[in-house]
């Protein structure tokens, strides 16, 4: 599989890929090839009515176009979301300038309990985002979290803070136990007079110290936009290094616009990396090598257990950390990953689907984790958290990171927007939008809305 994904047709001495993708004027779907070109990949859209445009691809460098492409043909299914975004309302309480979600909705929409639940019905995942606009604006979102929570989810929101700031607030909406996404661009006052258009910061600052007071798990979303808060990766790694694994991770997310995102406002990956570098011993082997265990452990517990496994995105890279000593260590440096992985790839393709095989797949994942330690310090670390790990594995939830103590993870994570959509990665995605009449990928959904929002005006 990886090979006939991997290779390529020469034309003209240049390896062309070819692939599907959206005309960007009629939004049909046409043939699209992707080309190494001297600055980088591109994808070259030909649609029959409106011609030919060249754009750069998602994944512009190369060896990380090559690299996703390899953890996409690493997977075992194609489009089984496991996380799905779910509009709670669509007003916010705030207008970051920045932000893809509109500034004005009309009319405001509020969806009933009763509505957001039948509409879930068709998410087969084991997670659920609750989304907007802001959430909390959202007078029912404890009810709503309890809902999905009862009906087996693992229920997260997405939150600018605002209101997470108020300790009485906070206190009501722990009891429902949820993970929190928080939305923090900087921890400059002046970035986030420009990033926010207003001055919220110490409100965000509060509503981290409220989360994690009232031990919630919270995952820190850091949108990074060129020559604005690049600056900021390595003074959140600090905050992650200082939180003591009470943050349980950070994504770093590409300043995105659905309609089209400029290639000046894009931190390219291998910069975010250098950047986390200067604070994390770490490399872009190590982010493939933690992704790619990911996904292959992620894979085996759906076999051994015929439920949970965490289904890892097709875009994102992800770095598993370990807090130990007042430093974070990529799990690399416990572990041989690239050893571990191959013998879990080979304990999945070996699986049969009985009894004996389950057996003897979880006495062989147990030799091969054994087989691979390489500091003899993790092993009690494997003691400290295996109370936690247990239960998570033979359920309905997944192992992850934001889940067990002292443990944390940085991932990296891009959008296709309408410029560039490779068909080939889209059916790979884990992560999908609950809309009317089922799920689609997410930013599938949020192109094809952006382009409604300008055929309207």
Known sequence: MMNSLLSGKMV?????????????????????????????????????????VDNPHLFHD????????????????????????????????????????????????KPTIGQLESEAKSHKGSIIYLFGGEPTMQEDLTEI????????????????????????????????????????????????????????LHEKIFALDNIISLNLPVFL?????????????????ELLKSKDGKVRGISFSGYWNPSGTKQDDIVPVKEVIEKIKQEIDCSLEDFIDCTLFGLYFSQLIRKITDSGGRRISACYLRLYLVHYHSRLTPLNRYINLPKLNEKL?????????????????????????????KKTSFIGIIIKNIRYCTPIAFSNRHPATMLIPRTSSIVITRYFD????????????????????????????????????????
Request: proline letters at 4%; charged letters at 25%; hydrophobic letters at 40%.
């Open 145 to 200: 979290i309890e809902l999905f929570s009862k009906r087996g989810y693992e229920t997260s929101f997405f939150t600018n803070g605002l209101k997470m700031a108020d300790i009485e607030y906070a206190e009501k909406i722990s009891r429902t136990k949820p993970m929190v996404v928080l939305s923090i661009d900087t921890q400059d006052q002046k970035q986030g007079l420009e990033i926010y258009g207003a001055d919220v």
């Open 418 to 457: 309408l410029s560039n959509v490779d068909l080939e990665f889209i059916p790979y995605c884990s992560l999908g939008a609950i809309e009317e009449g089922g799920v689609m990928p997410f930013c599938l959904r949020e192109i094809m809305r952006s382009a409604k929002r300008s055929r309207e005006g």
């Open 62 to 109: 190369p060896e990380i176009y090559t690299s996703m492409r390899a953890l996409m043909a690493a997977r075992d299914d194609k489009w089984v979301p496991d996380a799905a975004f779910h509009d709670v309302i669509n007003r916010c309480n705030m207008n970051c300038p920045q932000c893809f979600i509109p500034k004005v909705q009309s009319p405001e929409t």
């Open 345 to 373: 790839r080979q304990i999945y393709d070996n699986f049969q689907g009985t009894f004996f095989s389950r057996h003897k797949a979880v006495i062989a994942t147990a030799i091969a984790f054994s087989m691979s330690i």
């Open 12 to 52: 003209g001495g240049i390896k062309q890929i070819k692939t599907e993708s959206l005309c960007p004027t009629c939004l049909k779907k046409t043939d699209a090839v992707v080309i190494e070109e001297d600055d980088g990949m591109i994808i070259r859209i030909t649609c029959p009515i409106h011609g030919t």
């Open 221 to 237: 979303n850091v949108v990074l936009r060129k020559g604005l808060n690049e600056n900021q990766i390595q003074k959140f790694i």
